[in-house]
């Protein structure tokens, strides 16, 4: 079966620092979208980032980057200058056999220290 | 622009019940997808349509759950007879299938079984 994997149950960073969360994926596709998703307190799951397969240059947004490494089928999420709101769980997500079905990690819980 | 609409947000109901969650993806979308997520399992992905069609239930864990989406800006997802196991937090999520796949989900349906 193919699957996501985040090793990292649990992250802690200082306010203010860079942390990395770790995702690595297991697709047949060969063009594709990999995502990070945020699950905050609320449970709303929210997009922070996407990448694009096919693109080598990697995806930022705003404090958020990603390091996808498409032959090591890893695709890392760096939060640089960390706030106390981006403290949430954090979910990866990939595509399996058909295109559009998603599975996700079983998620990384990030703690912002103050 | 209404983001997915889910109802209840909460539910409780004893066992053996039948519990209907429902779901109002975003309009222009053509799929819909069913997640369940729990502590123990994480995020599963039940079934999705694609143009109102079922294209994969594999993910549906039992003959007691069952899956319609009527028209395309309407679905269900029914648990009969309900059992305690079932209680989880139940994500229904959006898509355009031809675009860049993202998924948008609603706020989640909890569901407790006494």
């Known amino acids: 079966a193919q699957t996501v994997t985040q090793s990292q149950p649990e992250m802690s960073v200082q306010e203010a620092e860079t942390v990395t969360l770790s995702c690595t994926y297991d697709?047949?596709?060969?063009?594709?979208?990999l995502f990070w998703y945020k699950q905050p307190p609320s449970r709303q799951m929210i997009l922070v980032i996407r990448q694009e397969a096919y693109k080598q240059q990697n995806a930022t947004e705003n404090r958020f980057s990603v390091n996808f490494q498409k032959a090591a089928k890893s695709f890392s999420l760096k939060i640089s200058d960390s706030q106390l709101g981006d403290a949430a769980m954090y979910f990866c997500?990939?595509?399996?056999?058909?295109?559009?079905?998603?599975?996700f990690g079983t998620g990384t819980r990030l703690k912002v220290l103050a | 622009d209404a983001g997915v609409i889910q109802s209840p947000r909460h539910e409780v109901t004893e066992m053996g019940q039948e519990v209907t969650l429902r779901c109002k993806p975003i309009s222009g979308h053509n799929s819909l997808f069913w997640y369940r997520q729990t502590m123990m399992r994480g995020l599963e992905l039940l079934i999705y349509f694609n143009n109102n069609v079922p294209i994969d239930d594999s993910g549906m864990p039992e003959d007691r759950f069952s899956a319609k989406m009527p028209n395309a800006s309407f679905s269900t997802l029914k648990i009969q007879p309900s059992e305690p196991r079932d209680s989880a937090v139940y994500f229904c999520?959006?898509?355009?299938?031809?675009?860049?796949?993202?998924?948008?989900f609603g706020e989640g349906s909890r569901l407790t079984v006494l």
């Open positions: 997500a990939s595509p399996t056999s058909g295109t559009y079905k998603y599975i």
């Open positions: 697709t047949s596709e060969s063009d594709y979208y």
């Open positions: 999520a959006s898509s355009f299938w031809a675009g860049t796949g993202e998924l948008f």
